[in-house]
């Protein structure tokens, strides 16, 4: 029996990111079947910033050092990206952080793998805080996306 598809049943993907909105709310356009392997898994985590320099609208510089040096650093399960970011809607300065999870996935479900590196993941943050202690008023995640794209929790 020959069958003749409209499309590609394994279409051509190039890079392509979907974060848990997509995944819980749009999972139609998630690509289908997809290699597990080239699964990643990022976690972001974003603070609202005390130093704020009104009169340049830029960040301290003492805590622009602090985000240089943890950039030059390597962490065995880690990649950090930390960079900074002023709302446009509501002025407030963020610290935000994406850690991407370095091992391959493979075929391991989703939720062993969270549960497997959460306790890593929560040491990472602490000592992320505790290194930016002097500027942190609070985490602000929900806040960042609210102010950025809308989204509400």
């Known amino acids: ?29 998630i690509p289908s079947p997809i290699d597990p392997n080239s ?19 830029s960040i301290d ?29 509501t002025s407030y300065a963020y610290l935000i952080v994406d850690i991407d999870y370095l091992p391959p996935l493979g075929y391991e479900k989703t939720t062993s793998i969270l549960k497997k590196i959460e306790k ?3 040491i990472l943050l602490i000592s992320l805080e505790k290194r930016f202690n002097k500027f942190l008023i609070r985490r602000a995640t929900r806040d960042f996306y609210n102010d950025e794209i809308g989204l509400r929790y």
């Open 120 to 122: 890593d993941v929560n």
């Open 1 to 29: 029996m020959v069958a003749i598809a409209a499309r590609d049943p394994y279409p051509r993907t190039d890079i392509m990111e979907f974060g848990s909105f997509e995944l819980n709310f749009y999972t139609s356009i």
């Open 61 to 89: 510089p003492e805590l622009q050092d602090i985000i240089e040096q943890l950039r030059k650093e390597k962490f065995d399960l880690f990649n950090l990206n930390i960079y900074t970011d002023i709302s446009l809607k």
């Open 39 to 57: 699964r990643r898994i990022q976690f972001t985590i974003c603070w609202f910033v005390k130093n704020l320099q009104k009169d340049s609208n």
